[in-house]
């Protein structure tokens, strides 16, 4: 899709049949001067979006959230709500995104530069808000919009697992555990407490560590297990290397935190393994 360029005449007013107290956004729009078109053929229009509020209101409050989404912004936007259109690419993404933060006058530029810098759209939502700034210096409107997306993504597909048996749920399981550690720039151990039922009480990460190795301490994991009243676990880390295959030092610490839990009969159900695109069960290849 092309970037949106050109500049905008006088705004035309269009009643969009809300009024009153209701909540969302009216509609004005303009005819672009330059030549965008839309599918149809026609002229495409800048869409300026302001709070449908109250005709009483104060005209600075009418105002205050009232911005232009350019021509070509507008097409992202009828694009990606669109189900049977094909997925914007990660840079075509990151720039409709981009759009709404504070930085929509170079936001293809920017885009670009993420995705060339950290990878994919699911590295760049992931990513260090301080690293994020470096390429986004001054908008941390736009760092808190790609937080917001991986957040609403990790909430989306751990719904399956909530208040039913996870361990029931394998492949939305493995779904969930994707979302939340396939980026991670170094190691991350997370722990699933589980109870009687095998429902989810906690997802927690327990340790952070290089980009090879993070520490576990069955110690920590069974006084955990006692404070969180957990029946059973799954025990979880990624490989940043995108290889999930477990390495002995993973196999000998998924033994020793078995055998503590064993001592006062709490399960270790799993030990997953995260890499790049793929993930694996220690206890689907018999190793637990």
């Known amino acids: 899709m092309d970037s949106p360029s050109g500049s905008s005449a006088a705004s035309r007013p269009v009643d969009d049949g809300r009024s009153g107290n209701g909540s969302g956004f009216g509609i004005d729009e303009h005819h672009l001067a330059g030549p965008w078109l839309d599918g149809g053929g026609k002229q495409a229009r800048d869409v300026i979006l302001e709070p449908a509020i109250g005709v009483g209101a104060s ?11 350019q021509a070509s912004y507008w097409r992202y936007l009828q694009h990606v709500t669109d189900s049977d259109a094909d997925p914007l690419s990660a840079t075509e993404m990151l720039e409709f995104l981009l759009h709404f933060g504070g930085s929509s006058d170079k936001a293809g530029a920017l885009a670009a530069q993420l995705v060339d810098r950290f990878g994919s759209l699911g590295a760049v939502v992931t990513a260090d808000p301080a690293k994020l700034r470096e390429v986004l210096p001054g908008d941390d409107l736009s760092v808190l919009l790609l937080k917001a997306v991986r957040a609403a993504v990790r909430a989306i597909v751990r719904e399956p697992l909530e208040d039913r048996p996870v361990i ?107 890499g790049r695109n793929k993930e694996v069960s220690l206890r689907k290849i018999r190793l637990i």
């Open 59 to 69: 005209s600075a409050l009418k105002h205050s959230r009232r911005f232009v989404l």
């Open 168 to 274: 029931s749920s394998a492949s939305a399981l493995m779904d969930y555990l994707s979302v939340t550690m396939r980026h991670e720039p170094t190691e991350v151990t997370r722990i699933l407490f589980l109870d009687r039922k095998n429902a989810l009480i906690k997802d927690e990460i327990q340790h952070r560590g290089t980009v090879d190795h993070t520490p576990l301490y069955p110690r920590e994991v069974v006084k955990r297990v006692v404070e969180l009243g957990a029946s059973a676990i799954i025990l979880v880390h990624n490989h940043p290397s995108g290889d999930p295959t477990p390495s002995q030092s993973d196999i000998d610490t998924t033994r020793q935190l078995a055998a503590a839990l064993s001592t006062i009969n709490v399960v270790l159900h799993d030990h997953v393994i995260v």
